[in-house]
């Protein structure tokens, strides 16, 4: 289920499991057996992509120097070779329905119902982290300055959690409910679809500004001096020295699509394979690219190439950056 409203969250919590909404949360396992995938090769863009089959709903996306990482619905994260897609390794962290997925410094961040999880990639170690309440809809587990950044309860508060000792800080209160997060250089992004804007917010002395007008804020990029915003029918530039929205390009992500950056640019997917590639200064488009593949997912770029996930159609895809 990808990022849903706050009342899709709230209906979880009525008829779903006890365990989504602060019940006790089975333990997880680890596994170096991954779930059986077919790949193939197909053409998309005027480029040679592969498409993988993932059952269990493969949703968000995060990765490092050395692999791509998916979170399943079903409450299994795989591990993913960044040459051939496949699936190499996965981890079970049980069934209760959470949003989230991150990576940093060979820890990969997730959650099982209402507690992060945190998951040591060399020893392949699970083990729950801070039971802290997090929003259910945030699906970027971001970790920068030392801490996992995490919304917390409606939205209305963020919480860095120290990555050394798993304590957590202070929250800092927000004037918006927000929905997900981005870092910036030295800044936290809080994004609210539910207040159409976006939230500036130093690490350690609290919000610095509130940047309205920005409809349907879902997520968000940044690229040298500038932090892009995906909005549900537009996409904003946002100059980080001002807070100034200097360009706004018709398109958006909807309300399952995603936005990413390459060297090049930023890549804005409004769901389904429908990509849109702007110059990262001036929102002048670059390319287009689509396909007659499934449903939203999210994007990330990695290891020379577009990831995508498509999870009502349980398929992960990959799209090299290159045409050639």
Not at 19 to 43: M, N, V
Not at 66 to 93: H, I, M, Q
Not at 124 to 133: D, E, F, I, K, L
Request: net charge negative; charged share 20%.
């Amino acid at each position: 289920m990808r990022r849903c409203t706050l009342r899709t969250a709230a209906m979880v919590c009525l008829f779903g499991s006890a365990a989504a909404c602060g019940g006790t949360t089975p333990a997880a396992t680890t596994s170096s057996t991954p779930p059986s995938d077919s790949t193939e090769s197909l053409a998309i863009g005027g480029r040679e992509a592969v498409s993988v089959h993932i059952a269990g709903s493969p949703d968000w996306l995060a990765a490092d120097e050395d692999n791509v990482y998916v979170k399943r619905d079903n409450g299994g994260v795989d591990v993913l070779d960044p040459t051939t897609a496949a699936v190499v390794r996965s981890f079970d962290l049980g069934n209760d329905l959470c949003q989230g997925l991150g990576v940093a410094d060979g820890t990969l961040w997730s959650c099982s119902g209402p507690e992060l999880v945190r998951i040591d990639l060399g020893s392949g170690a699970v083990a729950p982290t801070a039971a802290v309440g997090k929003t259910f809809e945030q699906g970027e587990l971001n970790v920068g300055f030392g801490r996992l950044w995490v919304l917390l309860g409606d939205g209305s508060s963020l919480l860095g959690i120290d990555v050394d000792t798993d304590q957590p800080g202070e929250p800092i209160a927000l004037p918006v409910r927000g929905t997900d997060v981005a870092l910036g250089p030295d800044r936290v992004w809080v994004l609210s679809a539910v207040d159409n804007a976006a939230v500036e917010v130093d690490p350690d002395a609290g919000v610095v500004r509130r940047i309205d007008g920005l409809a349907g804020a879902r997520a968000a990029v940044a690229v040298p001096d500038a932090l892009w915003v995906g909005g549900i029918a537009e996409t904003y530039r946002i100059e980080l020295s001002t807070g100034a929205v200097t360009a706004t390009v018709d398109g958006g992500i909807g309300r399952v699509g995603a936005i990413a950056a390459d060297d090049e640019g930023v890549w804005v997917r409004e769901g389904g394979v429908t990509l849109t590639h702007l110059d990262a200064v001036s929102g002048a488009v670059l390319e287009e690219m689509s396909a007659d593949i499934g449903s939203g997912g999210d994007l990330v770029v990695a290891f020379d190439a577009l990831w995508l996930t498509a999870f009502d159609h349980e398929t992960l895809l990959r799209i090299p950056l290159d045409k050639s």
